[in-house]
């Protein structure tokens, strides 16, 4: 499989403490990889590492099979960058910042920007300082999108969207996306944007990748359980990696990942265990499943 | 050709970002020029603003203008978006330092034409300073540039800015606002070295000022012309401190403000003709414990704490010419010694001035002065053709030379005339070769040395002769006796005015007034004896329709009938 990202071992870190510590990620050519972490995890660092703006203290990093630091001006005519973060002049309207980013992708089709302006409802005559924080997201994922780009880079672009633009632009970005073969790697805490978006997710815990690989056999590996016990759950410990979500006095809801164990048959072998009713699962389930953040082993 | 188009990209950008600046720069330069046109009047002249304002606007705009490329992109965070471009450093920088350069050779361009407006109804500045002052300029604008390209090597433009000018700044700072700089020797000699460092003291002060201003408004940069007006606050502070500095201009009464305290006329000297008026003024330094001042033209006051110069005033418009000789413009110590005014030429377009260079007697040098143009023609006698283009006869000097017993006119070229026996020197007469002298008999004798002639005039007695004195035209022979004042012929002896009582003050250059004092009163009067009553003041000299006082800080000249008074010149 062609990758358009591959991080192996990657260390970033901005003093004595790194923020990423050993990533490994593999990005495959034409998915839509949706980065997900908790606050201060380390995702934009991982963005801006594999768009050349960080460097990498260790560690091997291939972006379109370029070194992101070494080659990072090649490297910058063929991704797209949507970061809202991203600073413009007050003044700068939309197609004037087509007009500054123009010159700078060979690959740059203006017929293509007027057509996924008009595609996702951004006028060109608007000043980006006076946009929405929403408006503006979108307004620059169509200049990021007008250079046909084999890699995009989001960086929690659309939390200022309401839902029906959301939608819109979800399902014009993942067409796009997929009839142009573009890779795409967003970072987000949205569920539902990885819901809609993501065919595959990655899972930064503690400056490395915890969780990754295609989204629907995850999601199938997480089970959750209500838990029925013979005596007071207080002290009751699951017999395997499990996130406990509520503790009653004598039940107890839980989460885990199977990983290809059984895990229901390992509940009903507790002796404790009166009785165990699987719970519907959704990808929070998951999620929560792979954090643990107190693993009640 | 990529490469051209990101820069025709940035281009366009950096002169979107900054166009309500170089606009608002543009128009407040301009209003600042016609201000003070209207409020100073003919004082505001085109020395004054090409010497001063110019370079220092220009100054003022360079730093707003490198400082806001600088700073704009770097404290909106537009600097670490572009980063994500395929965009080198060098090429974003290139953009930059092309158009910080570019629009200052607009504003250029804006301020020459609006220099160019100005003097159309106005007298011409002197174009002799131009050339170093357009090279202080160029060597702000290199600078500037500089400052860019340093900036270029660093992650932030702030530091950048303080790297690049923390040192000059510091030292522009304390030339420029400290009234007792606390390293005076080394800032001295900084100051007084050359022109250009001084100015890229004042730019990079003025860069960091408005640096560290950009910085501090960016957050308010809704309205661009607020961070204008920072600029432009910041901006007057670099330009007002060195006020004191005022360029020695040509045309400028403001010349000599500085040195109000200490200015005195020690001579005026009206030409022939009444155009001009040469003065001798000295300049006392004032004193600030124990730190002289010094000009920003890099003049000490000298190591004595005063300075002798010559000052041509044309009386018609009350131009002052500073008489310039930059052969001898040194800094610290002038060679020159001291000045004294010689005669004009009697057409009046030439000026002897006589200086010294040192202590010895031998040390004295005259030259010529064209005082069309405050300037030094040539020394005596060493290139006559000089002097044949700048008078339409050019001046022979000559001299009486004692050799023994005898008295030989001899001229500058090595020449020399005839030579007669010693007697006492009465009188010099304009006259080439022409003198007078006490005869054996008690007789004025009137010699010609250039063909060896000799006659009495008809004056017995002449032991009782004080001070004759000749006209400045030859004709006339003022005798000064105890009976008063008696005027001859020069040629024939015979009497045309007096015996009046009074004291000869001094011929007019025409040689028919003279001025007299007589007890308390003073007058001129005519040959045919006429008499014009004069104020009392100061000792008189004749122009050619009127008079000139000269007061310690004010000449002024006065018609013979009294219904005119003007104010030549004025120390203020």
Not at chain 1, 99 to 110: G, K, N, Q, S
Not at chain 2, 256 to 285: F, I, K, M
Request: hydrophobic share 50%; proline share 5%; net charge neutral.
């Amino acid at each position: 499989m062609n990758h358009s990202i591959e991080v192996r071992g990657a260390v970033v870190g901005f003093g004595a403490q790194p923020v990423l510590a050993g990533v490994d990620l593999d990005v495959p050519t034409g998915s839509l990889t949706a980065l997900l972490g908790k606050n201060g995890v380390g995702k934009t660092t991982l963005l801006r590492t594999l768009g050349g703006e960080l460097r990498a203290d260790a560690g091997e990093l291939r972006v379109l099979g370029l070194d992101p630091w070494r080659e990072r001006r090649a490297l910058a005519r063929s991704i797209g960058w949507v970061d809202e973060r991203a600073e413009w002049p007050r003044w700068m309207r939309v197609e004037e910042h087509w007009r500054l980013l123009a010159p700078f992708h060979p690959t740059w089709d203006a017929a293509e920007a007027r057509r996924l302006a008009r595609q996702f409802d951004v006028e060109p005559r608007a000043k980006l300082a006076e946009l929405s924080r929403g408006e503006r997201a979108v307004a620059l994922l169509v200049a990021a999108l007008a250079h046909r780009p084999k890699l995009l880079l989001l960086d929690e672009p659309f939390g200022g969207l309401d839902v029906l633009a959301r939608r819109r632009v979800f399902s014009a970005l993942v067409e796009h996306l997929a009839r142009a073969g573009t890779s795409a790697l967003f970072a987000t805490h949205s569920l539902a944007d990885v819901e809609r978006l993501a065919d595959r997710i990655a899972l930064l815990v503690d400056g490395r990748v915890r969780l990754a690989g295609e989204l629907e056999p995850l999601r199938a590996d997480a089970r959750r359980f209500a838990v029925e016990l013979g005596t007071p759950a207080a002290d009751w410990t699951p017999p395997l990696e499990a996130r406990i979500e509520r503790r009653g006095e004598r039940d107890v809801v839980l989460c885990a990942l199977s990983r290809g164990a059984d895990v229901e048959a390992a509940l009903v072998h507790d002796p404790r265990v009166a009785r165990v009713e699987p719970l519907a699962r959704d990808l929070e389930d998951l999620l929560a499943a792979a954090l643990a953040e107190e693993p009640s082993r | 050709m990529i490469t051209l188009r990101i820069l025709r990209a940035l281009w366009w950008k950096e002169a979107r970002d900054h166009r309500v600046l170089v606009i608002t720069c543009a128009l407040f330069y301009a209003a600042i020029l016609l201000g003070a046109k209207l409020v100073l009047g003919d004082g505001f002249d085109a020395n004054l603003r090409v010497g001063y304002v110019h370079p220092a606007g220009l100054l003022v705009v360079a730093a707003a203008l490198a400082a806001e490329a600088l700073a704009h992109d770097a404290a909106s965070g537009v600097e670490v978006t572009l980063a994500r471009l395929s965009l080198s450093r060098r090429t974003l920088w290139t953009a930059k330092a092309s158009f910080v350069l570019a629009a200052l050779a607009g504003f250029e361009l804006f301020a020459f034409a609006l220099e160019h407006a100005l003097r159309a109804f106005e007298p011409q500045a002197d174009t002799a300073r131009l050339a170093p002052l357009v090279a202080w300029w160029f060597a702000a604008l290199v600078v500037v540039a500089c400052v860019l390209a340093a900036a270029s090597l660093v992650r932030r433009a702030l530091p950048a800015a303080l790297i690049g000018c923390g040192v000059p700044v510091l030292l522009g700072w304390l030339c420029l606002c400290s009234p007792r700089p606390p390293f005076a020797g080394l800032l001295t000699r900084i100051a007084v070295a050359s022109g250009p460092l001084g100015v890229a003291c004042v730019a990079a002060c003025a860069l960091a000022i408005a640096s560290l201003a950009a910085y501090s408004v960016a957050r308010f940069d809704r309205f661009g012309l607020r961070r204008a007006g920072a600029f432009v606050l910041g901006g007057l502070a670099v330009m007002i401190a060195p006020l004191g500095w005022a360029v020695a201009s040509a045309h400028s009464r403001l010349a000599l403000a500085p040195h109000a305290d200490g200015g005195n006329v020690w001579q005026a000297l009206p030409s022939p003709d009444g155009r001009y008026v040469a003065l001798v003024a000295e300049r006392t330094c004032k004193l600030d414990r124990d730190w002289p001042l010094f000009s920003r033209d890099s003049w000490l006051s000298s190591a004595e704490l005063s300075r002798t110069e010559v000052w041509i005033v044309e009386r018609a418009t009350g131009a002052c010419r500073e008489l310039a000789d930059d052969r001898c413009r040194a800094p610290w110590a002038s060679q020159r010694r001291g000045w004294s005014v010689g005669p004009w030429t009697n057409d009046g377009r030439l000026l002897a001035v006589s200086t010294e260079h040192g202590f010895g007697v031998d040390d004295e040098r005259f030259e010529f002065v064209d005082p069309s143009e405050a300037r030094m023609i040539e020394e005596f006698g060493a290139d006559e053709a000089a002097l044949e283009s700048a008078a339409g006869v050019p001046p022979r000097w000559y001299h009486l030379e004692v050799q023994g017993d005898m008295r030989v006119l001899s001229f500058a070229d090595g020449t020399h005339g005839t030579g007669v026996a010693r007697d006492e020197l009465l009188a010099l007469s304009p006259e080439e070769g022409v003198y007078f002298v006490r005869g054996s008999d008690d007789a004025l004798l009137r010699r010609n040395l250039r063909d060896g002639s000799e006659r009495s005039i008809g004056v017995a007695a002449a032991r009782t002769v004080l001070s004759p004195r000749v006209s400045p035209d030859g004709r006339w022979l003022a005798l000064q006796r105890r009976d008063g004042l008696t005027i001859l012929d020069a040629h024939d002896g015979r009497v045309v005015f007096g015996p009046e009582p009074g004291v000869l003050v001094e011929w007019s250059r025409h040689g028919r007034l003279a001025t007299l004092e007589s007890g308390t009163a003073a007058f001129a009067v005519e040959l045919d004896g006429t008499r014009h009553p004069l104020p009392r003041g100061w000792p008189l000299e004749c122009g050619s329709d009127g008079f000139v006082w000269r007061l310690p800080e004010r000449i002024t000249w006065r018609s013979l009938d009294g219904t005119r008074v003007e104010t030549v010149y004025s120390v203020r």
